[in-house]
């Protein structure tokens, strides 16, 4: 009888170290997010009430803008553009960014069902 070898391979102590620094990375950046939406809140909450307005008679930005905002300035952080004018920054890192989150998207549309949908406007 001919013995079935197992494809699975234990990590080797670099990959173990990567994993760890990548969790590490992760919870922290979902820390830091954490904080960033609860001060906009609170930021937001405190200065209607100082206007004299009640948080209910004015509404936030929509969360899209926040989204839309949070990752411009990632993406120019991370490839050294000035995040207000977009200027400069490296191509060798931006090009590859781009083309991870698209296939990012493209991973999480065929795996979640959902099709291409159209840009929905706030209000």
Not at 12 to 36: H, M, N, W, Y
Not at 63 to 78: D, E, G, P, S, V
Not at 81 to 91: L, T
Request: proline share 7%.
């Amino acid at each position: 009888m001919k013995e079935e070898r197992s494809t699975h391979r234990e990590p080797t102590p670099e990959q173990l170290r990567f994993r760890e620094i990548d969790e590490a990375l992760r919870s922290k950046l979902k820390g830091s997010l954490d904080v960033l939406v609860n001060d906009i809140s609170r930021q937001f909450e405190q200065e209607s009430t100082a206007k004299g307005a009640s948080v209910g008679d004015l509404k936030p930005p929509p969360t899209n803008y926040f989204r839309a905002i949070a990752l411009q300035h990632l993406f120019c952080r991370l490839c050294s553009a000035d995040p207000d004018s977009f200027a400069g920054g490296s191509s060798d890192i931006g090009d590859p960014a781009i083309k991870n989150l698209k296939n990012i998207a493209a991973t999480w549309t065929s795996q979640s069902g959902a099709g291409p949908k159209q840009p929905q406007q706030d209000m």
